[in-house]
């Protein structure tokens, strides 16, 4: 279910106090107080998000984001985090360990400070962390605060200290246990079952344990993005270990992202360079595909909205290949110079800036706003990326050839969409003609549902509420947007459909700033939400396996061509019943085999029982009954809890190579069908 407006601005108010943080000596006197704790058991979304899935999850976040502020500030180079078979999660450094000494201001040692006072922590006074990507003493004080028992050890001064706290409260005082020629840190907490909870599709609770997909999916970016650490994920209950390490950081990272593309040039080109106290870190390396993949950090903060980190990045990358391209007489003199987006298609690219004091702006507080640090970043690049172009002649000609490609496709598309244009213009309406519109035209009432087949749209079509819900029926699988140049989307009648259902459309201006193509292109965000036309977009396909390729087929294009819409939480997918239980006069439906089963067990053998194979089946006030009546209908929301995870996974489900895909599925074979972003 989606999270309030309300909620989420709270959840972002305390990430923008996360990334505000200063430096300071690490000891005792540096741990500052700024407030207490006790809103966080009463308010826990304000400060984790949720209280679900995602919740219990960033428990594990915070405690690990301080072991890697320790390896960002040299002391820290291994972290073990264990999933016990209890449940609970022990997460152990070879930092520096946490002050034991009193904090003056609170009267308590530093440990006990740190896990009880809410901002109280070593980043708030002058040269412990010159960068650090926690949220600046929150983290540890909330993991305890929502922990039934959380237990600390900190090996520190050849002594092994302890202390235990239940649901946030000190039981006892901070004790020496024992020697120790250790240091570091480790922490166990074993998550508050009253607070950490999950609801089924029937609105019954249910007990939510630590995945071990999202855990490894987390761990293995932190450390990419610091290279050298290593980060070893341990789950007890399934005696399974996967060590994280790479010497080769973001090199490595974009190398992992690429694994299912034929790369233009090896190795990734990579650089690092300090300059002001910045520090800038960049991989890139060009493939065969259309799309783009690029994704910013600062402090090991991903920022989704990109900053002036990114636009340095951009701005040095089209100049620079445009010069060189004309430098070495790959184009013609009469010949326009390149895009930013034909320099950009095929690129995998990780830009990674450490810096002090980092600023953050925007609705999401997730785009940097240092202005020097686009200067820095677009010199460090421009002269980086021109020295590797005059070095690598070859690789260097396959990318300008790879951007005149992308010019090519990129005029074909333009002339595909005004033909197009055309084509609606002489039918005297630019909305599709098997469009069933709705009456009312606020787009944040109105939502439309993309359904599989004639039959079952015009059941959809009869059930719904025509004041506000809309159905627009797809004709067979959607072209896969993954394997085709982006012409080819204008060119599919169906793809075409959706755009001008939708109103999909791109800003004037583009990404860097300049006049925008006017085409959607993969992967890109620079869309005009103003002019959609629903802001619920409720994918309903028959639940089998050629519904599931159809849903995975329609979330590739949403991923790769109308991402704002996923980011802003306007996709979902409609959950309609798979069987029908009669008895008599009652009628029930069940959406899976547990509800099923447990109707059946009341019921008794003589009900009887219906399975529905197709939408098409169902009667018009049956499919609003369950599937489409705001009351009683179940809705999946479509999120991206990790875009580059996603790239990766769409890249190898929906991509050329088939090796890697066959791997996936006999590893993964009960995801196969049920992709849910």
Same mark, same amino acid.
């Given at each position: 279910m989606a999270k309030t407006k309300t909620e989420n601005t709270e959840v972002e108010e305390v990430k923008e106090e996360k990334k505000k943080a200063k430096s300071g000596d690490y000891d005792a006197a540096s741990i500052d107080v700024l407030e207490g704790l006790e809103a966080v058991r009463k308010r826990p979304?304000? @400060?984790?998000?949720?209280?679900?899935?995602?919740?219990?999850?960033?428990l594990v976040y915070e405690i690990v984001d301080n072991s890697v502020d320790e390896a960002l500030a040299g002391f820290c180079k291994h972290i073990e985090v264990t999933i016990n078979t209890d449940h609970s999660v022990t997460v152990v450094d070879d930092g520096r360990g946490i002050p034991i000494d009193i904090v003056a201001k609170t009267g308590k040692s530093g440990v006990e400070t740190v896990f009880t006072v809410l901002?109280?922590?070593?980043?708030?006074?002058?040269?412990?962390?010159?960068?650090?990507?926690?949220?600046?003493?929150?983290?540890?004080?909330?993991?305890?605060?929502?922990?039934e028992t959380l237990e600390v050890e900190v090996y520190r001064d050849n002594k092994v200290h302890r202390q235990i706290y239940k649901r946030?409260?000190?039981?006892?005082? %901070?004790?020496?246990?024992?020697?120790?020629?250790? *240091?570091?840190?480790?922490?166990?907490f074993w998550p508050d079952d009253l607070i950490f909870h999950d609801f089924n599709e029937d609105g019954e609770r249910l007990q939510i344990h630590m995945e071990w997909d999202v855990l490894a999916t987390r761990l293995r970016e932190m450390s990419f993005l610091n290279k050298g650490l290593c980060i070893v994920l341990t789950d007890k209950r399934s005696d399974k270990t996967e060590t994280y390490h790479y010497e080769g950081g973001i090199a490595s990272y974009v190398e992992y992202i690429n694994n299912t593309r034929t790369p233009m040039h090896k190795p990734p080109i990579y650089f690092e360079q300090m300059r002001d106290d910045v520090v800038v870190e960049v991989a890139l390396q060009w493939t065969d595909i259309y799309a783009e993949s690029i994704y910013s950090f600062v402090n090991n903060i991903n920022t989704h909205d990109g900053g002036t980190h990114l636009t340095g990045f951009r701005n040095a990358l089209t100049r620079v290949v445009n010069e060189y391209a004309r430098k070495a007489n790959?184009?013609?003199?009469?010949?326009?110079?390149?895009?930013?987006?034909?320099?950009?298609?095929?690129?995998?690219?990780?830009?990674? $800036?450490? $810096?002090?004091?980092?600023?953050?702006?925007? #609705?999401?507080?997730? *785009?940097?706003?240092?202005?020097?640090?686009?200067?820095?970043? #677009?010199?460090? $690049?421009?002269?980086? %990326?021109?020295?590797?172009?005059? %070095?690598?002649?070859?690789?260097?000609?396959? +990318?300008?050839?790879?951007? +005149?490609?992308?010019?090519?496709?990129?005029?074909?598309?333009?002339?595909?969409?005004?033909?197009?244009?055309? #084509?609606?213009?002489?039918?005297?309406?630019?909305?599709?003609?098997?469009?069933?519109?709705?009456?009312?035209?606020?787009?944040?009432?109105?939502e439309i549902y993309l359904v599989e087949g004639d039959s079952a749209g015009g059941s959809a079509k009869q059930g719904r509420n025509r004041s506000f819900q809309a159905i627009l029926p797809l004709r067979g699988k959607i072209l896969n947007v993954e394997r085709v140049q982006p012409a080819r989307i204008y060119e599919n009648a169906e793809v075409q459909a959706m755009i001008q259902a939708l109103g999909l459309s791109v800003k004037e201006e583009d990404e860097d700033g300049g006049k925008?193509?006017?085409?959607? *292109?993969?992967?890109?965000?620079?869309?005009?939400?103003?002019?959609?036309? @629903?802001?619920?977009?409720i +994918?309903?396909?028959?639940?089998?396996?050629?519904?599931?390729?159809? *849903?995975?087929?329609?979330?590739?294009?949403?991923?790769?061509?109308?991402? /704002?819409?996923?980011?802003?939480? @306007?996709? @979902?997918i409609a959950q309609p019943p798979l069987y029908k239980v009669e008895k008599g006069k009652r009628v029930e439906y069940c959406y899976n085999e547990h509800k099923l089963e447990a109707v059946m067990?009341?019921?008794?053998?003589?009900?009887?029982?219906?399975?529905?194979?197709?939408?098409?089946?169902?009667?018009?006030?049956?499919?609003?009954?369950?599937?489409?009546? /705001?009351?009683?209908?179940?809705?999946?929301?479509?999120?991206?809890?990790?875009?580059?995870?996603?790239?990766?996974?769409?890249?190898?489900?929906?991509?050329e190579a088939v090796a890697p895909r066959r791997e996936f599925i006999e590893q993964n074979a009960h995801m196969v069908g049920n992709l849910d972003v």
């Open positions: 979304g304000m @400060y984790i998000g949720s209280t679900g899935p995602r919740g219990l999850h960033h901002h109280a922590g070593g980043k708030f006074g002058g040269g412990v962390y010159k960068v650090s990507g926690g949220l600046h003493g929150v983290g540890a004080s909330v993991v305890n605060a929502l922990s946030g409260k000190a039981e006892g005082g %901070l004790e020496v246990i024992g020697s120790t020629d250790k *240091r570091g840190t480790k922490v166990t790959l184009v013609k003199e009469a010949d326009a110079n390149f895009t930013g987006e034909d320099v950009r298609e095929g690129l995998t690219a990780i830009i990674s $800036v450490k $810096v002090s004091e980092p600023q953050f702006e925007g #609705q999401t507080k997730e *785009r940097l706003g240092n202005r020097e640090v686009q200067g820095i970043t #677009q010199s460090i $690049v421009s002269e980086k %990326l021109s020295d590797w172009l005059e %070095l690598n002649p070859k690789g260097s000609k396959d +990318i300008v050839n790879k951007a +005149i490609q992308a010019r090519s496709a990129r005029e074909a598309a333009h002339k595909a969409k005004i033909l197009v244009r055309r #084509q609606s213009a002489l039918e005297n309406s630019s909305l599709p003609g098997k469009l069933a519109d709705c009456s009312d035209r606020d787009p944040e009432k109105c925008s193509t006017g085409l959607l *292109r993969p992967n890109s965000e620079n869309h005009d939400l103003s002019k959609l036309r @629903y802001h619920k977009v +994918i309903m396909t028959d639940a089998d396996v050629d519904g599931s390729h159809i *849903r995975t087929l329609l979330l590739t294009f949403f991923f790769r061509y109308a991402r /704002p819409l996923v980011l802003n939480g @306007y996709v @979902y067990a009341e019921l008794g053998e003589k009900a009887i029982i219906q399975r529905f194979k197709g939408l098409g089946e169902m009667m018009p006030e049956q499919l609003w009954e369950t599937t489409m009546n /705001p009351e009683t209908r179940t809705l999946k929301q479509v999120t991206i809890e990790d875009a580059s995870e996603a790239d990766h996974t769409f890249d190898l489900l929906m991509g």
